[in-house]
């Protein structure tokens, strides 16, 4: 009898331990629940500012395209202009070599005594105009070029304004 009654004991307190582990796993999982609740609660909240940063990356890069597109049309725009401003320049290049040429044949017939003055006179006046063309159509291209750099270089300096960062 002795010996049940201290099973009976060993039982009863084998018994309140389980009862007791039990009683403790059973308050894990609702301290658990609050967890994985504000876990829950902490993950939604960085789908909703990962969402977010997802439309401003897609709104910049859309704002960037359009961007490139008109810097693409400006730059066609001035390959153009530079292409016309090379061929009239090399035109005008090509004239004064003329000039050059045609002044050359007047001096040797000049030294020869078969031509007039005056017509020497024509040549070089007319060579000295061609030269101030040449040089007026330069510093157009010039003034083209600096203008339109001076029209980058503006824009690059606006600040760009920025949206509040989201955590």
């Not at 049940?4 to 629940?33: C, F, H, M, V, Y």
């Not at 000295?128 to 300096?157: G, K, N, Y």
């Amino acid at each position: 009898m002795s010996d049940i009654s201290e099973l009976e004991t060993r039982i009863t307190t084998a018994l309140e331990r389980i009862n007791a582990g039990l009683d403790k796993w059973a308050d894990q999982p609702a301290g658990n629940a609050d967890e994985v609740d504000a876990l829950n609660r902490q993950l939604d909240e960085e789908r909703t500012a990962n969402a977010q940063l997802n439309e401003r990356l897609s709104t910049l890069k859309d704002q960037m395209s359009e961007k490139l597109v008109v810097v693409e049309n400006a730059l066609s725009q001035l390959q153009a202009q530079l292409a016309q401003a090379e061929a009239s320049a090399d035109a005008l290049r090509q004239s004064n070599q003329e000039l050059r040429n045609s002044n050359d044949a007047l001096r040797a017939a000049a030294a020869t005594g078969v031509v007039e003055p005056a017509l020497i006179n024509e040549a070089m006046g007319a060579e000295l105009s061609a030269l101030r063309a040449t040089q007026q159509a330069d510093r157009a291209e010039l003034d083209a070029v600096l203008s339109e750099l001076t029209a980058m270089a503006a824009a690059d300096a606006t600040p760009v304004t920025e949206e509040e960062p989201h955590a």
